[in-house]
């Protein structure tokens, strides 16, 4: 198995990023976005997928915090497709339903090649520290289509806004590893077309 990994470089106006990401990691993050919860949430991301992340992120945050989530949003998801590559040998499918505390949220994903976003998260506070939680939406938003993914999150029960949002990261993280896991069955790419793009 070789090493699935990419390093992607994203610069404009309003957002300058690097990241170095490894489908194939232990979970180790240096991460730096300017954003303390987001830091934080994307630190579970790597580490309960067992991905590795080393990400730089300059924005614009005295505008706000949208260019840099939704951009880093992009960024990660260009850097999920190129690792991935081709996706010969993969199961495809992921999903996860996952508990914190009060909170179960379901994650489910398929690597089609095809963009999808169907997300259903309720909160009843505008910010979590200094981030805004109707930037969760663009967060995923952007890495679905990123990556051209059909990305499904969907709180079933929960009422505690920080627990939701990192339920939300913990879950897509391991539906994401699950469905980037070789078998052996899987003769090419698992796909009556013959491609996944």
């Known amino acids: ?52 992340m080393k990400l730089a992120v300059t924005g614009d945050l005295y505008v706000d915090s949208h260019h840099t989530v939704e951009d880093t949003g992009i960024v990660l998801g260009q850097a999920i497709k190129s690792a991935l590559g081709d996706k010969q040998g993969i199961i495809r499918y992921g999903s996860f339903i996952l508990p914190m505390d009060e909170t179960l949220v379901l994650c489910a994903i398929d690597l089609s090649g095809r963009p999808y976003l169907s997300y259903d ?52 993280a391991k539906a994401l590893d699950e469905a980037c896991r070789f078998d052996e069955r899987v003769n090419g790419v698992l796909s009556t077309k013959g491609s996944i793009d």
Not at 32 to 40: P, W
Not at 125 to 147: N, P, W
């Open 121 to 172: 998260l309720t909160f009843t506070a505008d910010k979590i520290g200094y981030m805004e939680t109707e930037l969760i939406h663009e967060f995923f938003y952007a890495v679905s289509y990123s990556a051209g993914m059909n990305l499904h999150i969907k709180q079933l029960s929960g009422g505690n806004n920080h627990h939701i949002v990192e339920a939300a990261f913990k879950a897509f």
């Open 1 to 52: 198995m070789s090493n699935r990994s990419a390093i992607i470089q994203r610069k404009t106006k309003e957002t300058d990023i690097s990241m170095e990401f490894s489908v194939d990691g232990n979970g180790i993050a240096q991460i730096e976005t300017g954003i303390g919860f987001f830091n934080h949430m994307l630190d579970s991301f790597t580490r309960h997928g067992f991905f590795d």
